[in-house]
Every structure is written in C-alpha cells, then in structure tokens.
C-alpha cells in the first residue's frame, strides 16, 4: 500500500510538473519578440557605392548598388529583365540611384578586361554605354571585341586601348570585389537595396515590392 501511495503522489507531482513546463513555455513564446521578416525589419548591410559611376539622381532615397560580372548569364538576364523597368520607373524619375560594382568571377576569363573596359570608357564619359554594349552584345571576343565596342561607341581610339592594355583599372576592380566580399557577395549578381540583400536575377517583382516599402518608410 505504501509502495502505491508513493507511486501516485510521484505520478500527481510529474503531471504538475509537466503543465508548469507548458504553461511558462506559452508565457515565453508570446512574450518573445518576432524575430526576421515577422518583425518588418529587414536585415540590412553596409555597403560601400565607392566613387563608381552611377545613374540617376545623386540623392534619390534609394540606393540599388549591384556587384555584377559582365560574363555572367544570371547578370544577364538581371540586365534584360529586372534593371530595365527598374531604370524606367525609378531611376528615370528620380528615386532611384543605381550603382554598378565589378565582381569578376575567376572561372570567368573575360570579365576582368570586360570590367576594365567599362572604367575605360568611363574616362571617356561613356561608362554606362560601354556597360550596355557588353551585356547586349557579349564578352567572348574578349579584348578584341572591347576595343571594337570603343570604336562603335565613338571614344578615342588610342586612349582606351592604352588605358585597356595597361590594367590601369586593375586594382579598381579587386578593390569592388574586395569591398563585396566585405558585404558577404558570394556570388553574382548580388543586388542591395539600400542594403538590403537581393540575391540572384530575381524578377522586377521583387526589386519594385521592397523599393516601394522603402519609398514608404
């Protein structure tokens, strides 16, 4: 009898035990405070723009900096699809700037030069057209094909191919890439609005619902 007793008094004290357990378990979770995308907060990254060319108004209250490889087919189809409405419907009027970053992926043969051959032409005021030219036309010619985009694009001839066959923007271009593996870029492309990471060539859908929470706030 005593043995029975004592089994049901440790029984009784395991059940309070247990709905004690349960209880300061709910009180916990509804204290807790929500924690990710639940808190509308989303997690944001310094990113440095550098003194890169960009497009847009010097001041607009979104900043879109994308780290990009001129090789890359994913920057590709980021060029094609989602950066080309981007630019109509924010850049244009003004509340976007957009910053492009050089990230040339090793396995990429020509996307240094290409990445140079955009700065090139940026001496010459023309970065953003040589920037088109190579996402529209392609890098497999490598330094050949840069040099012919040159002339098709009206620079001086003799100054980009001096500047291109120098490596004068060598060190322009590990510095973006030192600065985007500093902002945990991984791969490409890799998109931050106002620091806020976008990874991959997501569609314009995604770029226009946090630019416009951003246009918001």
């Known amino acids: 009898m005593e043995n029975k007793g004592l089994k049901i008094i440790i029984g009784v004290l395991a059940i309070v035990l247990i709905i004690s357990f349960i209880s300061n378990s709910k009180t916990d979770l509804q204290n807790s405070p929500p924690t990710g995308q639940a808190t509308g907060q989303p997690t944001r990254i310094q990113v440095s723009a550098d003194d890169d060319d960009f497009l847009g108004d010097a001041n607009a209250p979104v900043t879109i900096i994308e780290f990009s490889d001129y090789e890359c087919p994913f920057c590709g189809r980021f060029y094609t699809d989602a950066l080309q409405q981007i630019k109509e419907k924010y850049v244009e009027t003004g509340k976007v700037k957009f910053v492009y970053r050089d990230f040339p992926l090793s396995l990429h043969t020509n996307a240094q030069k290409a990445a140079e051959s955009a700065e090139c032409a940026g001496d010459q005021e023309k970065y953003y057209e040589m920037h088109n030219m190579l996402f529209e036309s392609g890098v497999t010619g490598g330094i050949t094909s840069f040099k012919q985009y040159a002339a098709n ?15 004068k923007y060598y060190d322009e271009i590990q510095n973006d890439i030192k600065d985007g593996s500093a902002a945990g870029v991984r791969g490409t492309p890799a998109t931050f609005v106002n620091g806020i990471l976008v990874s991959g060539a997501q569609p314009f859908s995604v770029f226009e619902q946090i630019i416009e929470a951003e246009l918001a706030s």
């Open 153 to 167: 694009l009206g620079l001086n001839q003799n100054e980009f191919d001096v500047c291109l066959d120098s490596g």
